[in-house]
């Protein structure tokens, strides 16, 4: 999988890198998947780290027709995440439990907490998201910046700049996407049918594990 393939360049794995496999999961995670996106993820190294996991399947869907793939996945992600009907709603504030033992809701105490911290590290692109800043694709979106930032920062070695993105990193990791993306994957996992999906979330959850790694650094 994709912690065996880190493993061998673990202390490799740079800020570009990571702001690359960011921006990747966010653009996944927003909506349908795009014809120009599959296309995209067809021509990048994606195919060839699944195909380290095992997965053959994916690797032939790809070579079919990629607008009945772009109509399947359209299908799925819908089923998956938007409904009619039960679906697993992608924002942090539903999978947090209240105090009262039910699930959380939509712009919930999270919502609120992710658009100020979002807002506060300086980050503008989230007035032109129309949908709820707690959205699995914003707070990856989020990481990107960050993680981007970070990479601007060491290119011309401004230590206090690198100790203040990677902190906010941490901070985030910990406060939000470590509290609920790893349960989101588990449930997705659970229920989804295309082998593209079944990949994304097993991904997402390998990534954001080694991710919070940072956590744990001093």
């Given at each position: 999988g994709l912690l065996?393939?880190?493993?061998?360049?673990?202390?490799?794995?740079?800020?570009?890198?990571r702001s690359v496999i960011y921006g990747l999961l966010s653009e996944i995670y927003m909506n349908e998947v795009s014809r120009d996106l599959l296309e995209q993820i067809k021509a990048s190294g994606f195919l060839e780290?699944?195909?380290?996991?095992?997965?053959?399947?994916?690797?032939?869907?790809?070579?079919?027709?990629?607008?009945?793939?772009?109509e399947e996945l359209a299908c799925e992600y819908s089923r998956l995440f938007i409904g009619p009907g039960k679906h697993i709603s992608p924002h942090e504030s539903v999978h947090h439990k209240l105090d009262g033992g039910d699930?959380?809701?939509?712009?919930?105490?999270?919502?609120?907490?992710v658009q100020k911290f979002i807002k506060s590290?300086?980050?503008?692109?989230?007035?032109?998201?129309?949908?709820?800043?707690?959205?699995?694709?914003v707070e990856f979106e989020f990481m990107k910046q960050l993680t981007f930032q970070e990479?601007?920062?060491?290119?011309?070695?401004?230590?206090?700049?690198?100790?203040?993105?990677?902190?906010?990193?941490?901070?985030?990791?910990?406060?939000?996407?470590?509290?609920?993306v790893p349960d989101f994957c588990v449930k997705v996992l659970a229920t989804a049918e295309h082998v593209f999906y079944k990949e994304i979330?097993?991904?997402?959850?390998?990534?954001i594990?080694?991710?919070?790694?940072?956590?744990?650094k001093t």
């Open positions: 065996n393939l880190m493993e061998k360049t673990i202390e490799k794995l740079d800020a570009e890198q780290i699944i195909s380290e996991s095992g997965s053959k399947e994916l690797n032939l869907h790809f070579q079919g027709d990629i607008d009945e793939l772009t699930w959380g809701k939509l712009w919930g105490e999270s919502t609120v907490a590290a300086g980050m503008t692109y989230i007035d032109d998201f129309k949908g709820i800043p707690d959205h699995i694709s990479k601007d920062a060491r290119e011309i070695n401004d230590e206090e700049q690198i100790e203040y993105f990677v902190s906010i990193q941490r901070k985030f990791l910990k406060e939000h996407i470590g509290s609920w979330v097993c991904l997402t959850k390998e990534f594990e080694f991710e919070l790694q940072l956590t744990d």
